[in-house]
């Protein structure tokens, strides 16, 4: 059981870390494109 459940939760850590950062970095590119649209 626990071989099967360290590996999962392993893997939903990194799922976790990658969604985070993704959102992060979609948003900081929203803003980044937002910004521009609203100066120009």
Known sequence: MDTVTE????????LWFIGLWAAGVGATGAVSLAIRFWLT
């Open 7 to 14: 590996p999962n939760s392993a893997l939903r850590r990194w």
